[in-house]
């Protein structure tokens, strides 16, 4: 597989899909097992990069549950704002229940620990974090991830829901920035 160009970006392969698929096969395994007597979680799709995961990931669920999504946004380019700002609200009660966010990607978490502060706000029963993509030189946070699919070094990628502004989320392998 040759590099691709976003932008005035070069990325390279770096996670194909067939290790995507079976990260997700791990993950949805372990939920399936964790979750199956809670009644109706709900499974809040962190949107934008977390859309393809969600999809995928659903889709392996052997038990009823509700999905919602959220978008949040953090990111300018490939750098980290480190200010989160609210676009598009929940629309689900979460009081009283089990709330599975799923996130693209966590890397510094302020992203995930904003979220799950509004979150318990709202008074769910718990709060369970699933991650498929982990930067765990970059997080420093001390919130408990509880579904993690791939541990990455620190770079940018592209790829499977991620982008470079706006492009590059169809890719159905994840890409790593050339130096």
Do not use: W
């Amino acid at each position: 597989m040759n590099t691709i160009r976003l932008h005035d970006k070069q990325f390279k392969p770096f996670i194909f899909q067939n290790q995507i698929n079976k990260a997700i096969d791990i993950l949805a395994e372990q939920m399936n097992k964790e979750l199956k007597e809670e009644p109706l979680p709900l499974f809040l799709c962190v949107l934008n990069g977390a859309f393809m995961f969600t999809a995928d990931l659903v889709r392996k669920m052997d038990f009823e549950l509700e999905l919602s999504f959220i978008k949040l946004s953090s990111y300018c380019g490939t750098q980290s704002t480190g200010e989160v700002s609210e676009i598009i609200g929940l629309n689900a009660s979460v009081e009283g229940r089990t709330v599975v966010v799923i996130e693209d990607i966590v890397d510094t978490g302020i992203t995930i620990e904003k979220l799950v502060e509004t979150l318990e706000k709202q008074h769910p029963k718990q709060i369970k974090i699933c991650t498929l993509l982990l930067k765990p030189d970059q997080y420093k946070k001390s919130l408990h991830l509880d579904y993690v699919g791939l541990k990455i070094p620190n770079a940018f990628i592209v790829g499977y829901g991620l982008d470079y502004n706006s492009y590059g989320r169809q890719l159905p392998d994840i890409y790593v920035i050339e130096p």
